[in-house]
DNA sequence: GGTGTGCTATTACGGTGTACTAGTAAGGTG
DNA sequence: CACCTTACTAGTACACCGTAATAGCACACC
């Protein structure tokens, strides 16, 4: 779809995929102005004209991480290492809640149709299957994880709903005030979470 | 205790009650050498020299205000495994978001001042200060594990943070409709999460 | 031709944490 | 007394950070 923003050697791209290979090399990484500047082979002036803003870049890093390293569900990209593949899964589930406004928007949903008030038996019953699915869909990908050996037999049930957790408290996390991005810490709590799902 | 200490001007203790100062006046202040140094009198150096590294630094402040506020925190009942206490003390910071109505009405508070409409930058700094005292105590909690070698030295700010978004998910969680009982899915992720700190 | 306009590179400023060196005061030991 | 060791302090220096300001370049448009 950026096939002919791609074609254009455009900085702004290469500054984006610099920065988003960085965090997927290392998903600590600091991301600073020139780090990012240097990896693309621009300059801080070009980066800055670009990114106004270090809290700018990191956001649209985040924002663009998926369409970037994760196209489409890579569970079976078994290219990747089965973490890596995990986080973009759950990454997955996070994207639609967006960043911003946009995240605040999608928890106003949610709050107003089930927790404003007590909610309809329809609704819970909604929301019940909802969440019966997204647990679903982790358990799948947990059990394709645990099927390559990647992850020691359990019970994949309890993992999955703490995945979910996690990521509940992330879509929490994007609506509130943060005083920096939400990328850096959001990045290490979901890899934090997969290995402890992994490593344990 | 401490009182033949106090009674020598000794200028660690003069960098403690700096920051401390420095952080009652202002819980988002950001304790950097030059600032507390300034503040009690000292020079960078002379800091270094007490604290060799800006962690330490923090870590005592923050071990000397809590168990100045809360000597008996349950994190000192050297009885009990540490990560029976760890989740114990993370128990504390879910224990007023309550259950069922409770905690619908409680997130309705967070999200009717924070989330509804773009907060103002009063309430902004307001929570952000919340969250860092959050922060704090969470890693001072890390911090008294780490001294007693229950927890390997490491960075106890990113473990907080991760502690803190499984907190914000299950509270989310405990406003949300649930199949079962939140309590025992709860447990499990409390006890996932705090394992995924010590056992890492 | 001019003249904006978008993008880039360079440089600079103030801030951070840390390392290093020199100097000083105290306290023991010959 | 002299001497050395030790704890402490000050000052400076380094590398990095985010950001702002400036100047140069290429290109479109009138």
Same mark, same amino acid.
């Given at each position: 779809m950026t096939e002919s923003a791609? &074609?254009?050697?455009? &900085?702004?791209? =290469?500054?984006?995929?610099a920065a988003a290979t960085m965090l997927g090399e290392n998903p600590a990484a600091r991301l600073s102005v020139r780090s990012v500047a240097a990896r693309a082979g621009v300059s801080t002036g070009s980066l800055r004209h670009h990114f106004p803003t270090q809290r700018v870049l990191e956001d649209a890093v985040l924002a663009g991480i998926y369409d970037l390293? $994760?196209?489409?569900?890579?569970?079976?990209? *078994?290219?990747?290492?089965?973490?890596?593949r995990l986080v973009g899964c759950l990454r997955q589930i996070l994207a639609p809640t967006g960043t911003g406004r946009q995240a =605040?928007?999608?928890?106003?949903? *949610?709050?107003?149709?089930?927790?404003? *008030?007590?909610?309809t038996e329809e609704t819970r019953q909604g929301y019940l299957a909802l969440e019966r699915t997204m647990q679903h869909r982790v358990?799948?990908?947990l059990a394709?994880?645990?099927?390559?050996? $990647?992850?020691?037999?359990?019970?994949?049930?309890? =993992?999955?709903?703490?995945?979910? *957790?996690?990521?509940?408290g992330l879509t929490l996390?994007?609506?509130?005030?943060?005083?920096? &991005?939400?990328l850096v810490s959001e990045n290490a709590a979901l890899f934090a979470a997969v290995d402890a799902i992994l490593g344990g």
């Open positions: 791609s &074609s254009k050697p455009g &900085s702004r791209h =290469r500054i984006l995929v390293v $994760a196209p489409d569900d890579p569970i079976h990209d *078994t290219d990747t290492p089965a973490r890596d =605040r928007a999608a928890l106003r949903q *949610t709050y107003e149709t089930l927790i404003a *008030t007590e909610p358990e799948h990908w394709v994880l645990a099927d390559e050996g $990647a992850l020691p037999h359990g019970d994949n049930a309890q =993992r999955a709903k703490f995945l979910l *957790t996690v990521v509940n996390e994007r609506a509130l005030p943060s005083a920096e &991005s939400v």
